[in-house]
Each structure stands twice: as C-alpha cells, then as structure tokens.
C-alpha cells in the first residue's frame, strides 16, 4: 500500500512559476513509477508528465513539454513537478499516482492516487 499526499499548490499570476511535491509512505517508494495528471472544471482527467522508477526516464503532455519538469527523490519519498511559465489553462487540480510496473499517460495503469492540490493561474 503507498499513501500519497500533494502539496505546493496555490494561486500564481501567468507567467509565474509553482513547485508541487507528492510525498509517499511505504518503504518501496523507490520500485514506484510517479505520475502527474490533472483535471480542470469540467473536463477529464488528463496526463501531465511522468517519471520511471530510477528517474532515467521522463515523459511529459505536449502541452507542458518545456515549461515543466518532473523529478523524483527516492531517499526523500518524494516526486516534484516544477511548473515554469504557467498559463490560465494550466489551471486544475493536480494529482499525483503510482504504479508498479507502468510510466505513461494511460491513468488507469496507476494503482495508488493522492488527494489532489489545486492550481490556480490568474491572467
């Protein structure tokens, strides 16, 4: 079982920078995929970026695909998404999942899922 827990959210102007952090319990933290998705009012849920289990491999939404970069700390149990440049249609909640055996956009692949951390960007 992993726990997750978002944080880093908030309110930020266009153009304004975020750093959102996924901490999670459990001692295998490090054999986990991580990913971000996020989903705006209305909308479905959608990919935003994700990392392999040693951080070799990232892959991200072409949407965010030079303004965002994910990371991972295994000693820390924690995945960090770094939101550069951020536009009004970024705005959503933003949620980070584990999977066991899966880095990709699919979100049904995920097994575990945080709560959620809203983002909020202003124009």
């Known amino acids: 079982q992993v726990q997750l827990v978002e944080s880093g959210g908030g309110l930020v102007q266009a153009g304004g920078s975020l750093r959102l952090s996924c901490a999670a319990s459990?001692?295998?933290?490090?054999?986990?995929?991580m990913g971000w998705f996020r989903q705006a009012p209305g909308k479905e849920r959608e990919f935003v970026a994700a990392?392999?289990?040693?951080?070799?491999?990232?892959y991200y939404a072409d949407s965010v695909k030079g303004r965002f970069t994910i990371s991972r700390d295994n000693a820390k149990s924690t995945v960090y998404l770094q939101m550069n440049s951020l536009k009004p249609e970024d705005t959503a909640v933003y949620y980070c999942?584990?999977?066991?055996?899966?880095?990709?956009?699919?979100?049904?692949?995920?097994?575990?899922w945080g709560q959620g951390t809203q983002v909020t960007v202003s124009s």
């Open positions: 459990g001692r295998t933290f490090s054999s986990y995929a």
């Open positions: 999942a584990a999977s066991r055996d899966y880095s990709g956009s699919a979100d049904y692949r995920y097994d575990y």
């Open positions: 990392i392999s289990w040693s951080g070799g491999s990232t």
